[in-house]
């Protein structure tokens, strides 16, 4: 292991006694890239710094949700706000009625939608509600998808359990994960043979409409048009699941920018602004069917919590006001630009992918089409430029199967720190 701070690695060693392998979520330990982690103190905008007092670039974002950069004032006061007024009330309030206004205003297809806790829970709830919708028990998703960690939806489903070199998950019993049919990402051909060969079994497709758990993967010219076509000749739902993408390859999501609309949509991280916060929503028809209303049981304690739903509220606010995603692509554009030339000069194989403030530089030389392509990846030439960029102060996510997530808080400063940073850091490796 390279060393991390003294106090990160104390903390390390106390944390593997109380918390299986020392972390919360798998993906935060970083063994893959032979790390200790270090353990974060506080974050600021783009910057982060950890408990030894090293600053970081943050390029993590929390995953995804800080699109604003770490401890916003707006957000942070607004936060604070709700929290004097009483942090739950297990009761409807205002705010979750501005919030749910708000999403469906924002987010195309959105008629109804459902507060939740995580992403998790989001999709989780849509897939009961798809089945309850249509009487039906197959589901389709895609091989290295990611789409939370509920039992039927484990199966090759991206960086966390690809990083650890996890196929299947134990705990998962046979009969659920043989309701889940895994095809290929942007194959629609599969995705007709699966229909032809389940014509009134399958209730819905779930999709990540641009991948994200896998790097960055765009879907091919047609693909997400298609899927909508074979669902509809075939009576089944289409979910998309943007936790990652929704309010960041376009204000309106994958939906918005690729013009294709899905029945159910999820949605997390950007709409808790970094508090835990998830949702799904879809068509009126649809959503009708959730209790109290409808038959399908989905229920939370603090759903709708008056702090999450302040911050989303805040977000959500902040992201439209003209010009952001322009700035939003600019600096992703001239992030990733800077970074593919860095690559191409130290004669790396590398195959870059960016949709909007997200984007993967594989480490291999063909196109990354779906899971297989990604797969063949030089993981350990990832792992060696990881050790050296963060050397210089540059937080990536700690996987070659992770998005680089791009804020609003990164300046040029930060972008022109980043690319010298790499650019040593090509050299070393
Ligand atoms: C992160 C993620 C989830 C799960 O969200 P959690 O809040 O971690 O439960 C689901 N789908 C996608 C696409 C994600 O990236």
Known sequence: MASAGRRSQELWNRAQQVIPGGVNSPVRAMASVGLTPPFIKAGRGCRIEDVDGNRYIDYVGSWGPLILGHAHPEVVAAVVKAAERGTSFGAPTEAEVRLGEKLCEIVPSLEQVRLVNSGTEATMSALRLARGFTGRDLIVKFAGGYHGHADGLLASAGSGLATLGIPSCPGVPAAVAGLTLILPYNDLEAVEEAFSRHPQEIAAVIVEPVAGNMGVVEPLEGYLAGLRALCDSF???????????????????????????????????????????????????????????????????????????????????????????????????????????????????????????????????????????????????????????????????PSQFEATMISLAHDAEAVEQTLAAAEEALKEI
């Open 235 to 397: 009576g089944a739902l289409l979910i998309f699941d943007e936790v990652i993408t929704g309010f960041r390859v376009a204000l309106g999501g994958a939906q918005a920018r690729y013009g294709v609309m899905p029945d159910l949509t999820c949605l997390g991280k950007i709409i808790g602004g970094g508090l835990p916060v998830g949702a799904y929503g879809g068509r009126r028809e649809i959503m009708r069917k959730i209790a109290p209303v409808g038959p399908v049981y989905q229920a939370g304690t603090l759903s709708g919590n008056p702090l999450a739903t302040a911050a989303g509220l805040k977000v959500l606010e902040l992201l439209q006001i003209p010009k952001v995603y322009e700035t939003l692509e600019e600096t992703s554009a001239r992030l990733y630009n800077g970074l593919a030339k860095l690559f191409a000069a130290r004669g790396l194989p590398h195959y870059g992918q960016r949709v909007g403030a997200m984007f993967t530089f594989f480490c291999t030389e063909g196109p990354v089409t779906d899971w297989e392509s990604a797969a063949t990846s030089d993981t350990k030439l990832f792992a060696r430029f990881y050790q050296a960029i963060l050397k210089r102060g540059i937080y990536l996510a």
